[in-house]
């Protein structure tokens, strides 16, 4: 057991081994469940989280691992392999079969008593747990002519394939000295009489071991020698992503920092439900962190029991921006773009003539601010592309652009910004918000549609440029990175970035609709930058709010007057779902297209009506034009995109006793270009 690693090979495959973690938290494995994982006697699916991220139980290739937060990892790959690995904060500090970790070979035989022993089966009873069922300990078999199998071997196309010093392995024996797999592999295949499942066994164990090193390996399985074994809907690689698509998380980590290992992945279309890989639509559900396949049951409120049933796919296409900025494709792709340069978010690339073209650009700025070009002030004129197939207005807290075709854009004029897409747009999107094709591994491409090698390869080339806007892509002028570790734990608890995966906090309901991990590592890492202000605390949790109420997700109240209040300006009050479509007067009735959902934010009391940023009272809800309510003697320009010849026009557009004005009462004013100006008095 050296630099914190320790494994070994078993000949008697278990059905269960325990971890006790803390003195309080034990993680049995069982193997009888084909596979299934007992947590404290609850049989859950992988992959599965304890306490934020804590413990963390996921697939990696063939291989089952258990990571903590403190520096554990244990991995079994469910036949004979187990291998476990610890911080150098441990270092002196262990006991057991796998040594002391002192850096000292020849004192790792100690037994629980202390006394030292050179007899493996002496120290394998001297830290025996406890009697299970079954678990016999028999004596080591013996092997009859070992040098000569073990010469033999050398050469040849099994065990001698870990010393091939040309073969798929020999980028790794620098690194992995393999002469000790190779004589495990010889006696583990004379003392099981030849059986050849074992020498497969044995180099994929010297496999994994390489692979944790990120040392690449060729491929060596082959139709006639230790043939994968793939369950349907998956296909072999020796290379498998350490970061599967699974229903538990569709929200994928794209750029995954951990090295791949070989075994099974779904096919293209196809996603990881615990152990088996289905299509999307026969995902299971998530219900206070767990996940359920299909047909299983579980209990609601401890007495209630819920059935999963199968969802269809989502019709709509949702991309969020948050924060620091984070990104979350279309397609549940994540990743981070620190620079105050302005990108193409989402970009309508299709040659169907049928699909209306849009563009969306994101300008990221400094402090986490950003402003969508679509409702960008230059200059002090408000800039439209207005006709009645277009609404912009305030829902909840949020400005929101609306259009006919389903276009959605939602953005908290701070922190959040959503872009949603109807489902007739699928694979036909680019951008920083991917292409909307149900598949997060390609997102990160370029507009050829090659792959991006990083983040910052394809940011750069979605970059467009913008008037008056600086552009600094690097971290020169911009606190940019990871925040330290330390410090993140001051943010996790439930009063902080913790109430967004509370299993029973406010926003469960949601889980198995938006799994919360993201946001809560977006909270994390912006409130730790921010160093605990509570503004970005509050706009933090609120993105995940409208996350879910953007989905129709009901959520409880979570507001509170000590937490995160919300300040309404006057004749409004906060409500958790504001009314969709707000009392209006007859002039505005029909100029907002009600959204399908509701929003949290401030409400105007009754007797009010919401007017840009303010509450007025009903009886000047008379001054309306293409949509814009108009204070008395206010003034504003637009730009008619559709004519670009100069135009004079006036509309009545204001009232004295709910008597229109006539056309007259309204000055106009030619400009350079094709803008308008309007002035409305009472």
């Known amino acids: 057991c050296l630099n914190g690693e320790c494994q070994k090979k078993k000949k008697e495959v278990s059905n269960l081994f325990n971890i006790y973690i803390a003195k309080k938290k034990k993680i049995p494995l069982s193997l009888s469940f084909s596979p299934a994982f007992q947590l404290n006697g609850l049989l859950i699916n992988l992959p599965y989280?304890?306490?934020?991220?804590?413990?963390?139980?996921?697939?990696?290739?063939?291989?089952?691992?258990?990571m903590t937060d403190f520096g554990l990892m244990v991995t079994f790959d469910m036949k004979n392999n187990i291998r476990v690995t610890i911080s150098g904060n441990y270092r002196g500090q262990t006991c057991g079969l796998c040594g002391n970790f002192n850096g000292k070979v020849e004192d790792d035989m100690m037994q629980q008593s202390g006394m030292p022993t050179t007899n493996p089966g002496e120290l394998g009873r001297s830290w025996k747990i406890r009697d299970i069922p079954g678990c016999l300990e028999k004596e080591e078999q013996s092997c009859v002519d070992m040098v000569h199998l073990e010469y033999m071997q050398r050469t040849s196309k099994e065990c001698g394939l870990l010393l091939d010093v040309h073969g798929p392995?020999?980028?790794?024996?620098?690194?992995?000295?393999?002469?000790?797999?190779?004589k495990n592999c010889v006696f583990d295949y004379c003392s099981n009489k030849g059986n050849k499942n074992i020498i497969c066994h044995v180099i994929s164990s010297y496999a994994a071991a390489c692979q944790t090193l990120g040392i690449q390996i060729s491929k060596w399985r082959s139709f006639h020698f230790c043939k994968p074994d793939c369950p349907p809907n998956s296909h072999y690689e020796v290379c498998a992503s350490h970061c599967p698509v699974t229903c538990h998380s569709l929200f994928n980590p794209v750029l995954c920092t951990s090295n791949c290992r070989e075994g099974c992945e779904c096919n293209q279309g196809f996603v990881l439900s615990s152990d088996q890989c289905v299509p999307i639509s026969q995902c299971g559900c998530v219900h206070q962190g767990l996940y359920y396949k299909a047909g299983e049951s579980y209990f609601v409120n401890g007495f209630c029991i819920q059935k999963c049933h199968s969802d269809a796919p989502k019709?709509?296409?949702?991309?969020?921006?948050?924060?620091?900025?984070?990104?979350?494709?279309?397609?549940?792709?994540?990743?981070?773009?620190q620079s105050?340069?302005?990108?193409?978010?989402?970009?309508?690339?299709?040659?169907?003539?049928?699909?209306?073209?849009?563009?969306?650009?994101?300008?990221?700025?400094?402090?986490s601010r950003g402003k969508i070009s679509v409702t960008k002030v230059v200059d002090g004129w408000v800039v439209f592309g207005w006709d009645d197939s277009?609404?912009?207005?305030?829902?909840?807290?949020?400005?929101?652009?609306?259009t006919d075709f389903g276009l959605f854009v939602s953005f908290d004029q701070l922190y959040h910004l959503i872009v949603q897409v109807p489902e007739?747009?699928?694979?036909?999107?680019?951008?920083?918000?991917?292409?909307?094709?149900?598949?997060?591994?390609?997102?990160?491409?370029?507009?050829?549609?090659?792959?991006?090698?990083?983040?910052?390869?394809?940011?750069?080339?979605?970059?467009?440029?913008?008037?008056?806007?600086?552009?600094?892509?690097?971290?020169?002028?911009i606190v940019c990175g990871a925040c330290q570790e330390s410090r993140k734990s001051s943010y996790i608890h439930s009063t902080q970035c913790g109430i967004l995966q509370s299993p029973y906090g406010p926003f469960s309901a949601c889980y198995s609709t938006i799994n919360p991990t993201d946001f809560y590592n977006n909270c994390v890492h912006d409130l730790c930058k921010a160093r605990g202000n509570p503004v970005i605390l509050c706009r933090a949790v609120h993105s995940y709010v409208a996350a879910c109420q953007a989905t129709g997700i009901q959520i409880k109240p979570w507001r509170t007057a000590n937490f995160c209040p919300m300040k309404c300006p006057v004749n409004s009050h906060y409500e958790l779902c504001t009314r969709a479509c707000p009392v209006r007067c007859k002039e505005a009735t029909g100029i907002t297209k009600c959204p399908n959902h509701c929003a949290e934010g401030c409400q105007c009391k009754n007797g009010f009506?919401?007017?840009?940023?303010?509450?007025?009272?009903?009886?000047?809800?008379?001054?309306?034009?293409?949509?814009?309510?108009?204070?008395?003697?206010?003034?504003?320009?637009?730009?008619?995109?559709?004519?670009?010849?100069p135009k004079f026009q006036c509309s009545p557009c204001g009232c004295i006793l709910d008597t229109l004005l006539p056309a007259r009462i309204c000055s106009i004013r030619q400009s350079r270009g094709h803008v308008l100006s309007f002035l409305c008095v009472y």
Not at 348 to 362: A, E
């Open 49 to 66: 989280n304890v306490d934020y991220n804590k413990i963390s139980l996921y697939h990696l290739g063939w291989d089952i691992v258990i």
């Open 169 to 182: 392995f020999k980028s790794c024996h620098s690194k992995v000295p393999p002469e000790s797999y190779f």
């Open 315 to 337: 019709k709509t296409g949702i991309c969020h921006v948050a924060g620091d900025p984070h990104y979350i494709t279309f397609d549940g792709a994540t990743f981070d773009l």
């Open 340 to 367: 105050n340069c302005t990108y193409t978010l989402a970009r309508s690339c299709t040659r169907q003539h049928s699909l209306p073209p849009f563009s969306v650009n994101v300008q990221n700025e400094r402090r």
């Open 390 to 402: 277009i609404w912009v207005f305030y829902h909840g807290d949020n400005i929101v652009l609306q």
């Open 424 to 477: 007739a747009y699928q694979s036909q999107m680019c951008g920083l918000c991917g292409n909307y094709n149900g598949h997060p591994l390609d997102d990160i491409s370029l507009p050829t549609g090659q792959p991006a090698l990083s983040v910052q390869t394809f940011s750069a080339a979605w970059k467009v440029a913008a008037p008056s806007a600086t552009c600094t892509e690097d971290c020169a002028s």
């Open 609 to 645: 009506f919401m007017a840009g940023y303010h509450c007025a009272p009903i009886s000047q809800c008379r001054c309306f034009h293409k949509g814009m309510w108009f204070k008395a003697s206010e003034s504003r320009n637009f730009f008619d995109y559709k004519d670009p010849v």
